[in-house]
């Protein structure tokens, strides 16, 4: 068995190379193990919504400037509801910000990063194809199992080992139970061309199927469309002219017609988080920590601020306490009150504006209104959406 007397990570997506970019800041020197080959989701085209202050890390660790071009910036959040009054505006100026946020696609940002490990490598090793297949957790270190694409299996041993590849190494840990809720609800998400060009604008409409958005996405929108399973089986079956009729049906007017729908893909929504964490040497961050409806785009947010509040526990730790139990329980103080606001927010947004009961369209219309008029609610909601809780 190979011993490594640093932090290891798995996964080599965003969230786990932002950790081993920002542990290499701090002068920590860092594994990473990643399953697939090198650049294999460059070309993955999901639209991922970054806020303002995952922008700022991102500066700070040298990788905007790889990214800058690849974005589309949202200078404004449209909120409505789908027959009903009430709507709101938040605007970026508003609030003294470039930006409330930036879309752009996984692949672009897969390449931004990796753009900065080749400019400045040193300390950071990466290995690609190798998945791990078990993870034995010890009181002194853990034992990460993994096989190459030689298939011999190999371990080592770490003092802190990392999971952020999304939850796939979890299945390898027995014992370990999930909190999942499961909304009965799939997403179907794509791009469309609209007869009106977006203006930085993103919106957000809730209607009683459930919530949409478009997202300003280069020139076109990024579309998420959630819904019951079996409705969202009816809209999938439809055929392009079809579908951007139903679209504009429960979209309305704003972009005027939908002209063109690229190729849809559909996931199930659920909120979930790990039930249990561990006591030493073993920490998760990321989606495979927790994973929230994307309503509110808070999910891979969290992610990044999971990583960065890690980096800056492990840089203040001396080496010989890397992974001791009482820095993983402050780890995990720091961050319960962001990823708990985080998921009881976006999952208080799915049950108040995706049902239809009496009354509730009214108290969605007048909440709506009155945050139109607020402006210290409208910057606590800005803030919230920026850096978190």
Not at 112 to 136: C, F, H, K, W
Not at 264 to 272: A, C, D, M, V
Not at 303 to 322: F, P
Not at 351 to 379: E, I, Q
Request: glycine share 10%; with cysteine.
């Amino acid at each position: 068995m190979q011993t490594i007397n640093h932090p290891v990570v798995i996964g080599g997506g965003p969230v786990g190379l932002v950790l081993a970019l920002s542990l290499q800041q701090s002068g920590v020197p860092v594994t990473v193990l990643e399953a697939q080959s090198p650049g294999a989701m460059y070309g993955d085209g999901r639209a991922l919504a970054l806020s303002y202050g995952t922008r700022q890390v991102l500066e700070q660790l040298g990788v905007w400037a790889q990214l800058e071009a690849a974005v589309t910036a949202i200078e404004t959040i449209h909120v409505s509801q789908q027959k009903g009054f009430g709507r709101t505006l938040l605007k970026a100026q508003e609030h003294d910000l470039p930006a409330l946020g930036y879309v752009v696609s996984y692949g672009a940002l897969m390449q931004a990063l990796d753009a900065r490990l080749e400019q400045s490598p040193a300390g950071i090793t990466m290995q690609y194809q190798v998945p791990v297949t078990g993870l034995n957790v010890h009181a002194s270190a853990t034992e990460v199992e993994y096989q190459p694409v030689d298939g011999v299996v190999q371990k080592l041993s770490t003092p802190l080992a990392v999971i952020a590849d999304g939850g796939r190494s979890l299945e390898a840990i027995p014992g370990l139970v999930r909190e999942t809720k499961h909304y009965g609800h799939d997403a179907l998400v794509g791009l469309v061309q609209t007869e009106q060009p977006h203006h930085n604008i993103a919106y957000e409409r809730f209607t009683p199927r459930g919530p949409m958005a478009l997202l300003p996405n280069g020139p076109q929108f990024s579309l998420v469309w959630t819904g019951e399973q079996a409705y969202l089986d009816e809209i999938a079956a439809l055929d392009d002219d079809a579908f951007l009729q139903a679209l504009h049906e429960a979209f309305g007017d704003r972009v005027g017609k939908f002209l063109h729908a690229g190729k849809r893909f559909r996931f199930p929504l659920k909120l979930s988080k790990l039930g249990q964490t561990f006591a030493t040497h073993c920490v998760v961050i990321g989606n495979a920590a927790q994973t929230m409806h994307p309503v509110a785009g808070q999910g891979f947010n969290v992610g990044i601020r999971d990583a960065v509040a890690l980096a800056k526990n492990v840089a203040a730790t001396q080496a010989s306490e890397w992974g001791a139990a009482y820095r993983l329980a402050e780890y995990h103080q720091s961050r319960q009150r962001d990823t708990g606001r985080g998921l009881q927010f976006t999952d208080f947004l799915v049950n108040v504006f995706s049902n239809d009961l009496v009354g509730v369209g009214l108290l969605r219309g007048a909440g709506l209104g009155a945050l139109s008029l607020l402006p210290m609610a409208r910057r606590f909601l800005v803030n919230k959406m920026s850096y978190g809780s």
